[in-house]
C-alpha cells in the first residue's frame, strides 16, 4: 500500500499569507495526487486534481505542483476562507486510495 | 449537476451491521464510480471502497471482510453495509463521485454521523 503523508500537521499563519503544504508518497504515484479542502462541519471540497489543474470553481490564488512522490500546496494570499484542513490524496494504486493526515491551517 | 445525500440510521449497535444509503440526483448513475468515504470524530479521511454502475466492486483491504457496496440503478442509489461494527467505526459517512476523467472525487454528500453504541 502507498502510505501518504504531509507537513505540517498545522500551521498558524494571518491573511495575505503564502502557505505552503508538502505531500510525499511512500512510492512514486506519477502525477495522481488530489487536495481537498476540509472546513469544520462540512464535507471535504476537491481543490485540486492530477497535480496542478484547479477544480472549477477554486480560485486561481491555491496551486499545485510536484510528481513522483514529493508534492506542493500552495496559497498566494491567504483568505479568511481559507483556515481549514487540506488533505493530499493518491488515486495511483488501487485497491486503496489513500489520504494523507491532513495539515490544518489556522491563524 | 451531480448532487448525493446519505442516509441511515444514526445509531448502530456493537456487532450489528451498518447500513447506509446515498441518493443520486442531476445526473446519470453511469457518470462515475460511486464511493463511501468516513471520518472518525477529530480524525482523518479513510476511503472505503467504490462501485461502478455495473456493479463491479473495489474495497479498502483493511475493510474488505466487514464491507459490502451496492447500487440499484433504477433508484439511483448506490449503499454501504459494514458487518460486525465496534465503536471504532463511529464515524461521518460521506458518499462521493469517484470521477474517472479526473481520478478524483469530486462530488460529496454532505455526511452522515453513525455512532456504535450499546
Known amino acids: 500500500d502507498i502510505q501518504m503523508t504531509q507537513s505540517p500537521s498545522s500551521l498558524s499563519a494571518s491573511v495575505g499569507d503564502r502557505v505552503t503544504i508538502t505531500c510525499r508518497a511512500s512510492?512514486?504515484?506519477?502525477?495522481?495526487l488530489n487536495w481537498y479542502q476540509q472546513t469544520p462541519g462540512k464535507a471535504p471540497k476537491l481543490l485540486i486534481y492530477?497535480?496542478?489543474s484547479l477544480q472549477s470553481g477554486v480560485p486561481s490564488r491555491f496551486s499545485g505542483s510536484g510528481s513522483g512522490t514529493d508534492f506542493t500546496l500552495t496559497i498566494s494570499s491567504l483568505q479568511p476562507e481559507d483556515f481549514a484542513t487540506y488533505y493530499c490524496?493518491?488515486?495511483?494504486?488501487?485497491?486503496?486510495?489513500?489520504f494523507g493526515p491532513g495539515t490544518k491551517v489556522d491563524i | 449537476q451531480v448532487q448525493l445525500q446519505e442516509s441511515g440510521p444514526g445509531l448502530v449497535k456493537p456487532s450489528e451491521t451498518l447500513s447506509l444509503t446515498c441518493t443520486v440526483s442531476?445526473?446519470?448513475?453511469?457518470?462515475?464510480?460511486w464511493s463511501w468515504i468516513r471520518q472518525p470524530p477529530g480524525r482523518g479521511l479513510e476511503w472505503i471502497g467504490y462501485?461502478?454502475?455495473?456493479?463491479?466492486?473495489t474495497y479498502n483491504p483493511s475493510l474488505k471482510s466487514r464491507v459490502t457496496i451496492s447500487v440499484d440503478t433504477s433508484k439511483k442509489q448506490f449503499s454501504l453495509k459494514l458487518s460486525s461494527v465496534t465503536a471504532a467505526d463511529s464515524a461521518v459517512y460521506y458518499c462521493?463521485?469517484?470521477?474517472?476523467?479526473?481520478?478524483?472525487?469530486?462530488?460529496w454528500g454532505q455526511g452522515t454521523t453513525v455512532t456504535v453504541s450499546s
Open positions: 462521493a463521485t469517484y470521477n474517472w476523467n479526473i481520478y478524483a472525487m469530486d462530488v
Open positions: 442531476g445526473g446519470s448513475i453511469s457518470s462515475y464510480q
Open positions: 462501485i461502478y454502475y455495473s456493479g463491479s466492486t
Open positions: 512510492r512514486s504515484i506519477s502525477t495522481y
Open positions: 492530477a497535480v496542478s
Open positions: 490524496q493518491q488515486s495511483y494504486s488501487t485497491p486503496l486510495f489513500s
